[in-house]
Nanobody, 126 residues
Framework: QVQLVASGGGSVQPGGSLRLSCAAT?????????MGWFRQAPGKERWGVAA????????YYADSVKGRFTISRDNAKNTLTLQMDSLKPEDTAMYYC??????????????????WGQGTQVTVSS
């Protein structure tokens, strides 16, 4: 059974950093699936932040986070990470990790991801 557990959220001031982790069990990153990070603010739709193929790499980012966020994976630990730097108040949201087991070329389309973690809250405020 596939399970994704996200952690690492918290409250930071603007300009600060956070590192999110997603521990995956029930399958191996050696499959070469797409893994992504998504976020959803209250009253807003969920949308893709970053995605990566767990074997090929080739990270892909939403324009609003390019140069500030870095997605990576540790295949030995079956863990996905999102390093978030230079955080802004508009980054405040619940962050989710997710898996697309079908495609090798990754997308940020929410509908393509079929397994989801429980979410971890990120709050950026002074």
């Amino acid at each position: 059974q596939v399970q994704l557990v996200a952690s690492g959220g918290g409250s930071v001031q603007p300009g600060g950093s956070l590192r999110l982790s997603c521990a995956a069990t029930g399958y191996s990153f050696s499959r070469g699936d797409c893994m992504g990070w998504f976020r959803q603010a209250p009253g807003k739709e969920r949308w893709g932040v970053a995605a990566i193929n767990t074997v090929i790499g080739s990270p892909y980012y939403a324009d609003s986070v390019k140069g500030r966020f870095t997605i990576s994976r540790d295949n030995a630990k079956n863990t996905l990470t999102l390093q978030m730097d230079s955080l802004k108040p508009e980054d405040t949201a619940m962050y989710y990790c997710a898996r697309d087991p079908v495609r090798s070329e990754c997308s940020l389309s929410v509908n393509l991801y079929t397994s989801w973690g429980q979410g971890t809250q990120v709050t950026v405020s002074s």
